[in-house]
């Protein structure tokens, strides 16, 4: 069973750094592309960074380039997404998702999700 | 503003059908068939309910249904149930943004 489970969320000021986790199990992690996708209060879905397949490519929203950094540790399950010069608007519950392939077409299973919020 | 876009809210009466369209362009609907839908109660993580435009997961009730035209896709419950009450959103690969979704549709079961 594909498991996810996000972790590292709260509250920070704003230009205040956070780093979220997200442990995986239940499949071979390095195979596959994962991402980070958040949720504002009360809005949709807006993608943030995701990583193809044994941490060959990263990608950013232009919202967050330059200021976020995706990563993963194979040997751990573990995805990663450190946040720096944090802002009001990144104020957002971040889901983990498992792309379906080595390159994340679509996303096939979510964590349940961290809630970060920015403020001072 | 979304880069794709969706009513934000379709209604219908248990055992109706209901269709909920999102319009993309060219660069990502249109050019692609990497459409998917996904499914979201309140407080709860989205669950994947259509993948490339037609396909659904093991376990998806076989009342959902995707398709697409041109630069427009959409997903169709029928037989409506009062468990289907939720948001869905769709999300396309594309050029511009490797991933975008829509902003969300509120599926009321009256």
């Known amino acids: 069973e594909v498991q996810l489970l996000e972790s590292g969320g709260g509250l920070v000021q704003p230009g205040g750094s956070l780093r979220l986790s997200c442990v995986a199990s239940g499949f071979t992690f390095s195979n596959y592309a994962m991402s980070w996708v958040r949720q504002a209060p009360g809005k949709g879905l807006e993608w943030v960074s995701a990583l193809t397949g044994s941490g060959g490519t990263a990608y950013y929203a232009d919202s967050v380039k330059g200021r976020f950094t995706i990563s993963r540790d194979t040997s751990k399950t573990t995805l990663s997404l450190q946040m720096n010069s944090l802002r009001a608007e990144d104020t957002a519950v971040y889901y983990c998702?498992?792309?379906?392939?080595?390159?994340?077409?679509?996303?096939?299973?979510w964590g349940p999700g961290t809630l970060v919020t920015v403020s001072s | 503003q979304s880069a794709l876009t969706q009513p934000a809210s379709v209604s219908g009466s248990p055992g109706q059908s209901i269709t909920i369209s999102c319009t993309g362009t060219?660069?990502?609907?249109?050019?692609?068939?990497?459409v998917s839908w996904y499914q979201q109660y309140p407080g709860k993580a989205p669950k994947l309910m259509i993948f490339?435009?037609?396909n659904r997961p093991s376990g998806v009730p076989d009342r959902f249904s995707g398709s697409k035209s041109g630069n427009t896709a959409s997903l169709t419950i029928s037989g409506l149930q009062v468990e289907d009450e939720a948001d869905y959103y769709c999300s396309s690969y594309g050029t511009t943004s490797p991933w975008v979704f829509g902003g969300g549709t509120k599926v009321a079961v009256l």
């Open positions: 490339e435009v037609t």
């Open positions: 060219s660069s990502d609907v249109g050019g692609y068939n990497y």
């Open positions: 998702a498992k792309g379906a392939h080595y390159f994340p077409y679509y996303f096939d299973y």
